[in-house]
């Protein structure tokens, strides 16, 4: 997951168990190292640094006060994804909306758009071989396109406001484009002259 931070600590997604389990073992392999000794001096310094520094890098991290250990499952980290999603789905991202239109930034470019001058709008599923992502094609009436997916900034607020200002927009269509899974399902989802 990305770098965040909760309550000014950095989280880590992983749990503690797990955490003491390796620094255990890391030690655990550089003391038998230290008491075996009557290995070849290569293996020793090996074992020694690579589980040693392992271990105490480990530690460090573990006992870092800035750092907090989450699981998704526990109180805390349902907390967090839930404080995630709500901050995604009202997010503008790369929008400012109008009145009457919006205002779109896509790489050191602006474009600014009222309602009316979308021409068209397709929707599709991009095969991203562990997971599917959902796209939308939108063609403006100065024949420009862009195309903003799932996880670009501002999607969900996007989305909403196009279905809100393009009432011929089916409700459902986010559904219809997601499933089967792995198939594009290319849909035009509005087009101007119908």
């Known amino acids: 997951m990305r ?7 950095n989280i880590i997604w992983e749990s503690k168990t797990k955490q003491v389990f390796r620094i255990l073992i890391c030690f655990l392999f550089a003391f038998i190292a230290l ?3 009557d290995i070849e001096k290569v293996q020793f310094w090996v074992t020694i640094v690579l589980f040693g520094l ?3 890098l480990t530690l460090v991290r573990f006992l870092n006060p ?5 699981t998704p499952k526990s109180k805390i980290g349902k907390e967090i994804l ?12 790369i929008f400012e909306y109008n009145k009457n239109g919006f205002k779109i930034s ?4 602006t474009a600014n758009y009222e309602w ?13 071989l562990a997971y599917d992502e959902i796209c939308i ?3 403006t009436i100065d024949q420009k396109k862009f195309t903003i997916t799932e996880s670009t900034s501002g999607w969900f607020q996007f989305i909403s406001r196009l279905s809100e200002n393009i009432k011929s927009i089916e409700i459902d269509w986010y559904i219809k484009i997601a499933n089967p899974s792995f198939k594009k399902n290319l849909t035009l989802l509005y087009d101007k002259q119908n």
């Open 66 to 70: 800035k750092n907090i250990f989450v």
């Open 106 to 109: 896509i790489e050191n470019s």
């Open 116 to 128: 009316n001058e979308i021409k068209t709008v397709y929707g599709y599923k991009v095969d991203l």
């Open 3 to 9: 770098n965040e931070r909760y309550k000014g600590k």
């Open 54 to 56: 392992g271990g105490i």
């Open 137 to 139: 094609a939108v063609f």
């Open 35 to 37: 008491w075996i000794r």
């Open 82 to 93: 839930t404080e995630r999603i709500e901050l995604d789905q009202n997010d503008n991202g």
